[in-house]
């Protein structure tokens, strides 16, 4: 009989996720043995590692779990709404963790490479466009992120007003600009290329330099600077 088919209880200690982590540490810990954690407790027939392997069999990834609506889990057994909430929680949590790291760090930009590095893991899998600005000192390093969800390039005018306020609020030397693509697909729409025209004309008034913006797709960018138009 395999230990799965028998309550997390009854396994040997070093074998109990939660007892595995307390004397080895979490990095010891499989993915699966992660999720358990989180799920705690299992159903009539299944222990919580069952259900764990199950739903990781079904997204592939705590990636793709981050960006899969929550409607795509609703058939999977002995998952309910408050384990699905700690679980998205949870990534979430991973996800701050390092934007916390980047900000406490003050990284310094040296090319739109970078900005892809920091921003992809987070807008590659994103079912809408959303907009994010980095607020530059003025060795390029960042001050901080602002993140603007409503609104696309096609509003042109109240993202640009949003994005020099927020630029003022943290008396940024400089900005950089990008969102995403959900197509996966980086190459700018006539829109995209106005929208930045006008928003370098706006920076230059307002004695904000717009280093860069930059389109995300799916793992790979389109940058207007690099290409000449800024």
């Known amino acids: 009989m395999s230990k799965y088919n028998i309550p997390i209880k009854k396994w040997h200690t070093d074998e109990k996720p939660r ?16 999720l358990a954690i989180l799920i705690r407790t299992g159903n009539k027939g299944e222990t919580a590692v069952d259900i764990a392997r199950k739903t990781l069999q079904r997204f592939g990834s705590f990636r793709n779990m981050s960006h899969t609506s929550i409607s795509k889990w609703a058939d999977i057994k002995g998952l309910g709404k408050a384990k699905l909430c700690q679980i998205k929680a949870a990534i979430e949590i ?65 993202i640009i007003r949003e994005i020099f306020q927020k630029a003022m609020e943290n008396f940024s030397a400089s ?41 995300i797709g799916n793992d790979t960018y389109y940058s207007f600077a690099k290409n000449g138009i800024i």
């Open 175 to 215: 900005i950089i600009c990008a969102h995403n693509h959900p197509s996966g697909d980086p190459l700018p729409s006539r829109e995209d290329t106005e929208f930045t025209k006008a928003l370098v004309k706006a920076g230059d008034i307002l004695n904000i330099k717009v280093l860069d913006h930059i389109i």
């Open 94 to 158: 991973g996800r701050r963790f390092r934007e916390d790291e980047i900000k406490e760090k003050k990284v310094k930009i040296s090319g739109p490479e970078d900005v892809f590095y920091l921003l992809h893991p987070r807008m590659r899998d994103l079912k809408k466009e959303i907009f994010v600005m980095l607020n530059m000192d003025s060795k390029n390093r960042i001050l901080d992120r602002t993140e603007i969800e409503e609104g696309t390039v096609n509003q042109a005018n109240p």
């Open 19 to 34: 007892e595995k982590l307390l004397k080895y540490g979490e990095h010891t810990l499989s993915d699966t043995e992660l």
